[in-house]
Nanobody, 119 residues
Framework: QVQLVESGGDLVQAGGSLRLSCAAS????????MGWYRQAPGKQRDLVAG???????TYADSVKGRFTISRDSASNTVYLQMNSLKPEDTAVYYC?????????????WGQGTQVTVSS
């Protein structure tokens, strides 16, 4: 069984920084993709940033230049460094991973971590 455990969400003032972490554990054979999505109240869940197992990185236009995604393959952990935070970044942030495990390949989600940016 694969689990994603997130941490790092908090309340921060506009202009501040936060670092989110997401660690994958279980009978993992390979991780094909890891990324972060966010969902604000009343809105759909959107991709913020993602990184493939080959190192290809994607960012939402709204976070380019402010957020940085990175990955530690040895520990199956993905990080999201968020700088120059804005009130519009307020949302629940979810870790997502495309993982091959025990002969199967599935999409996994973390439980979500709240990021609140005050003006």
């Amino acid at each position: 069984q694969v689990q994603l455990v997130e941490s790092g969400g908090d309340l921060v003032q506009a202009g501040g920084s936060l670092r989110l972490s997401c660690a994958a554990s279980g009978s993992i054979f390979s991780i094909n993709f890891m990324g972060w999505y966010r969902q604000a109240p009343g809105k759909q869940r959107d991709l913020v940033a993602g990184i493939t197992n080959r190192g290809k990185i994607t960012y939402a236009d709204s976070v380019k230049g402010r957020f940085t995604i990175s990955r530690d393959s040895a520990s199956n952990t993905v990080y999201l460094q968020m700088n120059s935070l804005k009130p519009e970044d307020t949302a629940v942030y979810y870790c997502n991973a495309d993982i091959s495990a025990l002969g199967d390949r599935n999409d996994y989600w973390g439980q979500g971590t709240q990021v609140t940016v005050s003006s």
